[in-house]
């Protein structure tokens, strides 16, 4: 079946700009994470949606920075007045839901994320 | 807090051969589990293989072991027969016990593994 898709796989944008990210989990995961990686740097979790909870957004870096998952499925994270310390590869993961999650998260192949 | 430790920014093998990647991680709790991912060129993260902190023996998946010393906190990755696809980052990843919610995985800073023919 079809994977962990995103889009768009690589964006430039002007220091200051926004920038939308989407992430289309497997059909039927209900977990859904966000991770960044910096050049050079191993993983760095954002947030967790989990069905119809409160999303974990304790990773989150600051305030210009938020997601949203609507229907329990595609989730949009988004970077206002990008700064160029956010250029990084920004990652999303979906698992199954309850006990299942705990021992698969299935990657996408990432947004490359450039602010120049 | 979790913490996972790569001591190896890289490492070289030759094609045929064994390798070892270290991973040491540090964590309060009695309950957690240990994956490690693949990484090519190409970006994805490709899930290899998992251990629980519970489980009595090591994990194997075809060329890939985990060597798990729980009293030692490690849980290395041992490459058999490496292939020169096997060139690669390789990450160890830690999560926190089941039912606690969120299973987010934190990472270590990785190992870039380079087959030589």
């Known amino acids: 079946g079809a994977g962990v898709s995103q889009s768009p796989s690589n964006k430039v944008t002007e220091k200051g700009k926004d920038v939308e990210l989407r992430c289309d989990p497997i059909?039927?995961?209900?977990?859904l994470y966000w991770y960044r990686q910096s050049l050079g740097q191993g993983l760095e979790f954002l947030i967790y949606?989990?069905?119809?909870?409160?999303?974990?957004k304790s990773g989150l870096p600051s305030d210009r920075f938020s997601a949203e998952r609507t229907g329990g499925s595609v989730s949009t994270l988004t970077i206002q007045r990008t700064q160029q310390e956010d250029s990084a590869v920004y990652l999303c993961?979906?698992?199954?839901?309850?006990?299942?999650?705990?021992?698969?998260?299935?990657f996408g192949p990432g947004t490359r994320l450039t602010v120049t | 807090a979790q913490k996972i430790t790569q001591t190896q920014p890289g490492m070289f093998v030759q094609e045929k051969e064994a390798v070892t990647l270290d991973c040491t991680y540090d964590?309060?709790?009695?309950?957690?589990?240990l994956f490690w991912y693949k990484q090519p060129s190409s970006g994805e993260m490709i899930f290899l293989i998992y251990?629980?902190?519970?489980?009595?023996q090591n994990a194997t998946e075809g060329r890939y072991s985990l060597n798990f010393q729980k009293a030692r906190k490690s849980a290395n990755l041992v490459i058999s027969a490496s292939q020169l696809g096997d060139s690669a980052m390789y990450f160890c990843?830690?999560?926190?016990?089941?039912?606690?919610?969120?299973?987010?995985?934190?990472f270590g800073k990785g190992t870039k593994l380079s087959v030589i023919p």
């Open positions: 059909s039927g995961h209900t977990a």
């Open positions: 949606f989990q069905g119809n909870s409160a999303p974990d």
């Open positions: 964590t309060s709790d009695q309950s957690y589990g």
């Open positions: 990843a830690m999560r926190g016990p089941p039912g606690a919610g969120s299973y987010q995985l934190t």
């Open positions: 993961a979906s698992s199954p839901g309850g006990l299942a999650g705990a021992y698969e998260q299935y």
């Open positions: 251990q629980g902190s519970y489980d009595e």
